[in-house]
């Protein structure tokens, strides 16, 4: 089974300007969860995703937006970039079973932010 | 909300020397995820924990869960340079889906 994927893997953008990131899921996944990771904060959960709806949120301002679609692929966007969005930005996958549910990790996207 | 603080954040071991990480949540859990992030990868899930005082063993890492389901740690036995990377633990809690990740401990190994 191919496993999660990310896109695009590396992204550069200037203050102010807003961007959007893909995660496609493990197939048969129907929870895609996103994390921010930083040095100074390690991972912060940002949203999760399931059926189309989101399920739960983390304590992040409304800049940071996703989606989800019927085919469980997700995406993010971050609006008004600000210096400090500059992150490792992870999504997760599982089968959306409930709070027992194995994260599957891709292998990010790597935002700066000048 | 639920907070997980995990320590040490940082442990450098010469190889052969055992290490320890620990990971408090100051909520009850209802399970706890431990996860190994490789410098330049992404966490990869290792195992999980849901019954109080639970003991679990993967070859030379061993797993517990506390009796109050509040804490667990890793450690593992006779370090080698193929365990150096961040150790994640991620508790469940009783509302929702959401998984708390704690900060990490960093473990460098010294050949």
């Known amino acids: 089974k191919a496993g999660v994927t990310q896109t695009p893997r590396y992204l550069i953008k200037t203050r102010g300007q807003q961007v959007t990131l893909s995660c496609s899921p493990i197939?048969?996944?129907?929870?895609v969860s996103w994390y921010q990771q930083t040095p100074g904060q390690g991972l912060q959960f940002l949203f999760e995703?399931?059926?189309?709806?989101?399920?739960n949120k983390g304590n992040f301002p409304g800049r940071f937006s996703g989606r989800q679609f019927s085919n469980s692929r997700s995406e993010m966007n971050v609006s008004t970039l600000e210096l400090g969005d500059s992150a490792l930005y992870l999504c997760?996958?599982?089968?959306?079973?409930?709070?027992?549910?194995?994260?599957?990790f891709g292998p990010g996207t790597r935002l700066t932010v000048l | 909300g639920q907070q997980v603080m995990q320590i040490p954040q940082y442990q450098h071991v010469q190889e052969g020397e055992d290490f320890t990480t620990y990971c408090n949540s100051s909520?009850?859990?209802?399970?706890i995820q431990w996860y190994k992030q490789r410098p330049g990868g992404h966490p990869v899930f290792l195992i999980q924990?849901?019954?109080?005082?639970e003991v679990k063993k993967q070859k030379r890492l061993t797993f517990q869960f506390g009796e109050a389901k509040k804490n667990s740690s890793l450690h593992i036995t006779a370090t080698q340079t193929t365990d150096v990377g961040t150790y994640f633990c991620?508790?469940?809690?009783?509302?929702?889906?959401?998984?708390?990740f704690g900060g990490g401990t960093r473990l460098m190994v010294k050949p």
């Open positions: 997760a996958s599982s089968l959306g079973r409930g709070r027992a549910d194995t994260q599957y």
């Open positions: 197939s048969g996944h129907r929870s």
């Open positions: 995703y399931f059926s189309e709806t989101q399920r």
């Open positions: 909520t009850t859990l209802s399970n």
């Open positions: 924990l849901v019954k109080s005082g």
């Open positions: 991620a508790g469940g809690g009783n509302a929702g889906n959401m998984l708390t």
